[in-house]
């Protein structure tokens, strides 16, 4: 019971902050072919190496990036302190191959905590548990001579973050491979997650972890469910109730690092649907951008990310520190819209219905209790007119025939009590009448 307790006093803030930018970025990014590029592409080191020359991150790669996550609307920014090609961007004692001693000539880690907490963000630090240098990840039986150096060197940098760049919020474990045991997916199978923890000693390793920053929130890709959990590319809550976060690409391409030329990114309507999606199902919502060689997000991604600030700032209450507005669907897990045309969030009394399509002039608002007292349109400030029929429905009243917002537009709505689904009901309601089933 008093794990539980800690667990939700660290969850508090993530649960209020609801949306965080993701951030791929290393010596990857100068080559333009995703982040694995290395392992996919079978780039021997002597042809990767090199191009930790050709990363040249810009002196104001860190402020920029934060103050466009700030404007973005997000509370929080993770960064990739060492993806699968083992390149750490911040000092080690434990090889070169890092960003203060091949390449840039500066710790990029550092300069980015800096830039965060002037911006306001929480920090959080991604760290891949894959190393694909070593021998022993493409070969186990011939090289697990390998294993206590591999795993010591984890244990090593880890240490190192930390220990050496202040008080940081969030680690996001990645690359959760065990030699011979398969790669993607193994966060989520039991076996392979027993064998991840196993391995990497991910016990002993968190434990470290929670010694040096006891307030810090641990994602599930260790092997174990630490704070939350993190389905990836797809939103989707957690079906043993753990806290959960969804990350996604901006791009539709197979790749989270920097593609120049990527033709299928989300639109900002999509990035809104998404982001409220999550948020309506009770997670967070933790959106990538793959900054290019110097650091700069791509202009066509800020944009979109700039239209979701600017719809932010006018309707941020209907997202920020809201809890889902619940439908019970199989397992007692919340699914599917509650209303017509879109999704909601609720706090309190208040319910915030979040039109991702729009019907115009009216909305039917059913199967919820209490009664509503009165509704606004958040988007404009405008009162709406409440009409409430014998079988228990409540029409709304008085919206703009076309869309008031490009994005989506926002109904507050005031209730008797805290609102919730009414899970059963009679057919009462086929006559004009409402008789609820408790």
Request: hydrophobic share 35%; proline share 6%; charged share 20%.
């Amino acid at each position: 019971m008093e794990e539980t307790l800690e667990k939700n006093e660290r969850l508090k803030w993530f649960k209020e902050a609801k949306y965080g930018m993701f951030v791929h970025w290393g010596i990857y990014s100068a080559i333009k072919h995703g982040e694995q590029a290395f392992g996919r592409d079978l780039m021997p080191k002597s042809e990767y190496e090199p191009y930790a020359f050709k990363f040249k991150p810009a002196a104001d790669w860190a402020d920029k990036i934060t103050v466009k996550a700030v404007d973005s609307g997000m509370k929080y920014i993770v960064l990739t302190t060492r993806h699968h090609d083992g390149y750490c961007m911040f000092d080690t004692a434990t090889n070169n191959f890092n960003a203060v001693k091949t390449g840039p000539g500066r710790d990029l880690v550092r300069e980015y905590v800096e830039a965060a907490r002037k911006a306001g963000l929480k920090v959080g630090f991604y760290y891949s548990l894959l190393n694909w240098r070593w021998p022993a990840q493409w070969e186990p039986e011939k090289y697990s001579q390998q294993f206590p150096e591999m795993v010591n060197e984890i244990h090593t940098q880890l240490r190192e973050l930390m220990t050496n760049y202040g008080k940081i919020d969030i680690l996001w474990y990645d690359g959760s491979q065990v030699p011979g045991y398969g790669c993607h997916g193994t966060w989520e199978g039991t076996p392979i997650k027993q064998k991840t923890a196993e391995f990497y000693q991910s016990q002993k390793l968190n434990a470290m972890v929670r010694e040096l920053q006891p307030e810090i929130l641990i994602n599930n890709r260790s092997g174990i469910m630490e704070d939350f959990g993190t389905p990836e590319q797809h939103i989707t809550p957690d079906t043993e109730g753990n806290y959960w976060e969804a990350c996604m690409t901006i791009n539709n391409a197979p790749g989270w690092a920097y593609l120049p030329f990527s033709m299928a990114n989300k639109t900002p309507g999509e990035l809104l649907y998404n982001l409220v999606n999550a948020i309506r199902l009770g997670g967070n919502f933790l959106f990538n951008v793959g900054p290019n060689p110097q650091g700069y997000v791509d202009i066509r991604e800020g944009e979109a990310l700039s239209l979701v600030g600017a719809w932010l700032r006018k309707h941020g209450e209907a997202i920020f520190g809201t809890s889902p507005g619940l439908i019970y669907g199989k397992n007692g897990m919340p699914q599917g819209p509650m209303f017509q045309y879109g999704m909601w969030t609720c706090r309190g009394n208040t319910g915030y219905f979040i039109f991702t399509y729009y019907s115009g002039e009216e909305l039917i608002v059913s199967k919820i209790a209490p009664g509503i007292k009165s509704a606004v349109l958040l988007t404009t400030g405008q009162k709406l007119v409440l009409e409430k029929t014998t079988n228990g429905r409540t029409i709304i009243k008085g919206l703009p025939s076309t869309p008031p917002d490009a994005l989506a537009a926002v109904i507050k709505a005031e209730f008797e009590g805290p609102p919730k689904m009414i899970k059963k009901y009679t057919a009462d309601w086929l006559e004009g009448n409402f008789i609820p089933e408790e």
